[in-house]
């Protein structure tokens, strides 16, 4: 994985979640991820991923979802695509302010903020949107990675 | 998500188990509860202690199922919160909002305050 890069894409349903959840706790796992880490980058993967596919593509199966994992220096980065028309982030409600805490929608982002250490997100030039996360590795997964030296990709 | 419903003390526990996320299995809770209301059930007691997993959809289920309850009249609290779904809660501000407890007994004696 240190020199690696993992791709993923796939048709926009629900029904993926599971799997993709399920390789982002293989690539933690494999980085020496503590559990609780590897739970909530998990999570945040899922979360984003139902995103891209519910708000992004708006469930619409022709339209792809792409989800890469790589590590860079000292962190695993990961980035989340879909082809959707794109939002835009200072429109994104406060879960926290008094008048949504009770509002049946509207956590996903806001626990992927909560989760990893960054969170960014971009329009594509050829159409979508593309969520970056990262999350810095532990010393004991630096030390695991970096046998051999230092690499970004 | 499987859901079992049992009455103790005038209070309605649904036990659920497995995931409660996005799709199929988060509108299987929203229907439960409504079924619940429909027979006048307003003591509704949520057991979440075998959930394994819970997203945000699953959050706001459990947030559209107290307001629900709350809006016909009702209570709605919750039992054996996950080490994990207690964090969940805490970080949007909803510990506050929900009456969480870890015993049973104190649970449905609580309904009668």
């Known amino acids: 994985m240190k020199n690696g890069e993992i791709e993923i894409s796939f048709s926009s349903e629900l029904e993926y979640l599971d799997l993709i959840q399920n390789v982002s ?9 503590d559990e609780d880490t590897r739970y909530w980058i998990g999570m945040s993967v899922r979360e984003s991923v139902t995103n891209a596919i519910q708000h992004g593509n708006k469930l619409d199966a022709e339209k792809k979802v792409g989800v890469s994992f790589r590590v860079a220096r000292d962190r695993l980065v990961i980035l989340i695509r879909d082809e959707g028309e794109g939002f835009e982030e200072s429109e994104i409600p406060n879960p926290l302010e008094p008048e949504n805490v009770l509002k049946p929608s509207g956590r ?3 626990y992927v903020r909560t989760f990893m250490d960054e969170v960014s997100f971009r329009r594509l030039p050829e159409g979508g949107t593309e969520v970056k996360m990262e999350k810095k590795l532990s010393r004991r997964t630096q030390d695991k990675n970096n046998q051999g030296g230092d690499h970004e990709n | 998500m499987r859901i079992e419903t049992r009455k103790v003390g005038g209070v309605t526990v649904l036990d659920i188990s497995g995931r409660i ?3 199929e299995e988060s509108t299987t809770l929203r229907k439960a509860v409504r079924d619940l209301l429909e027979t006048g059930e307003r003591k509704i007691l949520l057991n979440l202690g075998d959930v394994s997993y819970v997203d945000s959809s699953g959050i706001g289920e459990l947030v559209s199922a107290f307001t629900t309850v709350r809006n016909q009249g009702g209570r709605l609290k919750l039992l054996q919160l996950t080490k994990k779904l207690r964090e969940l809660l805490a970080i949007t501000k909803l510990l506050t909002v929900f009456e969480a407890f870890d015993d049973e007994d104190k649970a449905v004696a609580s309904f009668s305050e």
């Open chain 2, 21 to 23: 996320t996005i799709g």
């Open chain 1, 108 to 110: 996903g982002i806001f």
């Open chain 1, 25 to 33: 706790e293989s690539v933690t796992q494999t980085l020496g991820f």
